[in-house]
């Protein structure tokens, strides 16, 4: 019998895992995907928010605020890509500016600290392509952004390496109530915990629905982006919004932590399980997005994208023991500022847990810090050292974003070893350049055989089912040419 079991391994489910790995405790964290961080989470803006956008008073505002200083701690710890870069939310007329205002108010009630609206003269020196249409701006100094499934992924693995457990592939399909705990039934049979957290994203109200009463539902919301090519890094340097509006916080240009530029997301009601981006949808976004920045060229994109909010539609989170069922927990409607609140929120459900009478003796072998070798940001000396050590080091593997063989061969032996292309994308990045893994994919495929024993048929893009190759052109009997008889 575990301790808990978690549902769901995006940021939410991650970060719960790795709180609890302080404690001596049975985690399980059970993920229908062949790999963490598959959902919301690896399709976001990957903005750590400073807070002045949720109600004052809510939790989400609580939350939001101390995940922004988790944050920042955690990727120093875990050694997590994360830069403090500021946002700015740009007014462009007086009806702005009042949004301006009440957003300034609303970070002052939250606790977010150095806020400041600033003119038009000061928003020019500060970000030289905004609009000059553009007035006034509210300026937050404390928001960043981040790499999201590498926040999950560092926290899952230091939470298996210290003694959690983790089952991939493994969707939970029934949840029952026991005397003394529960029985969560799955494709890869029963587990039983005396307590369950439901962090199922845009799911999460279906396994709500698996053992209470309908108490709220999502509605799934999408929302599509353009990548633009590290040729376009000096566009901005800060995160900037238009001001917000009903449907979300608008548009944004903004850097990502991998030297490129992203742009979106629109907002439109979707399904919870489709990707797709659309024509529509990036026409939105390229509509909105030239109004803060005039200049930006979209034709550098080298990928579109898109992501689904879980979106239970009310002001707030939805997160706590469940009224009806005694030891079942829901993190849910996580939408945004969810990934800059989940280390916040992981520490609210561990502490509920703690209430509930879990006890919480140190775990000797947590494990606090760890560091990852990145080749393309070492001196030359330190490049030298890490060839001499390792001569993998010394083979550059994918050639847009300077990835070597020594860093995907650590990436495949960790904890949490990634079984298909875009895994292995997500711990250590070959195939997020220019050439979207043109060059490198099969010589990633290739090592991910070498080192999982896997067929390369059998090694997806991402998800299941998502095969690159479906059999060989050439062995001994069946050349390029055609099949020899
Ligand atoms: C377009 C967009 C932009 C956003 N931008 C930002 C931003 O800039 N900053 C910010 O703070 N937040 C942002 N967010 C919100 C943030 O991405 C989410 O709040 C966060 O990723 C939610 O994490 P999660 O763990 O709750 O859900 P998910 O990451 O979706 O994880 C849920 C997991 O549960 C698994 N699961 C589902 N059903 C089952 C089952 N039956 N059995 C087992 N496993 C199951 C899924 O496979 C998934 O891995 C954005 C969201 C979107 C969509």
Redo the contacts with the bound molecule.
């Keep these: 019998m575990e301790d808990i079991i978690i549902?769901?391994?995006?940021?939410?489910?991650c970060s719960l895992l790795y709180e609890l790995s302080r404690y001596q405790l049975k985690t399980l964290l059970?993920?229908?995907?062949n790999d963490?961080?598959?959902?919301?989470?690896k399709?976001?803006?990957?903005?750590?928010?400073a807070g002045y956008d949720p109600e004052p008073g809510t939790l989400m505002a609580r939350v939001n605020v101390e995940g922004n200083k988790l944050i920042e701690r955690l990727s120093n710890d875990l050694d997590v890509l994360y830069k403090k870069t500021g946002s700015l939310v740009v007014g462009f007329n007086d009806e702005d500016r009042k949004t301006i205002e009440k957003l300034f108010e609303n970070g002052n009630k939250n606790g977010v600290p150095g806020l400041r609206i600033i003119e038009a003269n000061e928003l020019f020196d500060m970000e030289a392509q905004v609009s000059r249409e553009a007035v006034c701006a509210l300026y937050a100094p404390n928001a960043g952004i981040i790499s999201?499934w590498e926040l999950a992924s560092a926290q899952a693995e230091c939470a298996v390496q210290g003694g959690a457990k983790l089952e991939l592939d493994?969707?939970?399909r029934a949840i029952q109530k026991e005397k003394d705990g529960f029985i969560v039934v799955t494709n890869k049979g029963n587990y039983q915990a005396r307590y369950v957290v439901n962090?199922?994203?845009?799911?999460s109200d279906?396994?709500s629905e698996l053992i209470e009463t309908k108490h709220f539902s999502i509605q799934p919301k999408s929302?599509e982006y353009y990548i633009l090519d590290t040729t376009e890094r000096n566009l901005v340097k800060m995160i900037i919004f238009p001001c917000p509006s009903k449907l979300g916080k608008g548009v944004l240009v903004a850097p990502t932590v991998h030297g490129n530029i992203i742009v979106g997301?629109d907002s439109k009601n979707w399904k919870r399980d489709d990707y797709a981006t659309s024509r529509e949808g990036l026409d939105a976004v390229r509509r909105n997005a030239v109004r803060t920045i005039p200049t930006v060229n979209l034709r550098a994109s080298i990928r579109n994208f898109s992501?689904?909010?879980?979106d239970a539609e009310r002001n707030d989170f939805i997160i706590g023991e469940s009224k009806e069922i005694e030891g079942f927990f829901n993190?849910a409607g996580?939408?945004?500022?969810?990934?800059?609140?989940?280390p916040a929120i992981a520490k609210e459900v561990s502490e509920l847990l703690h209430k509930k009478g879990l006890e919480f003796r140190p775990n000797p072998a947590f494990i606090a810090k760890r560091s990852v070798k990145r080749f393309k940001y070492m001196n030359e000396e330190e490049k030298k050292r890490t060839i001499q050590e390792n001569p993998l080091y010394g083979t550059i593997v994918c050639r847009c974003e300077t990835v070597t063989e020594g860093e995907i061969v650590d990436a495949l032996q960790r904890p949490i070893p990634p079984r298909s292309l875009d895994a292995v994308k997500r711990r250590c990045t070959p195939g997020m350049g220019r050439c979207q893994s043109g060059f490198c994919g099969p010589r990633v495929l290739e090592l991910i055989q070498k080192y999982s024993h896997v067929k390369p048929e059998d090694i997806p893009k991402d998800r299941k089912g998502m095969y690159i190759i479906s059999g060989e052109t050439k062995t001994k009997n069946n050349t390029a040419q055609g099949v020899v008889k």
């Design positions: 549902i769901g391994g995006g940021i939410c489910g059970l993920e229908k995907e963490i961080a598959c959902g919301t989470t399709a976001n803006s990957a903005i750590v928010h999201p493994c969707e939970v962090a199922a994203g845009v799911n279906k396994i929302g997301p992501g689904i909010r879980a993190i996580i939408k945004s500022p969810g990934l800059s609140s989940a």
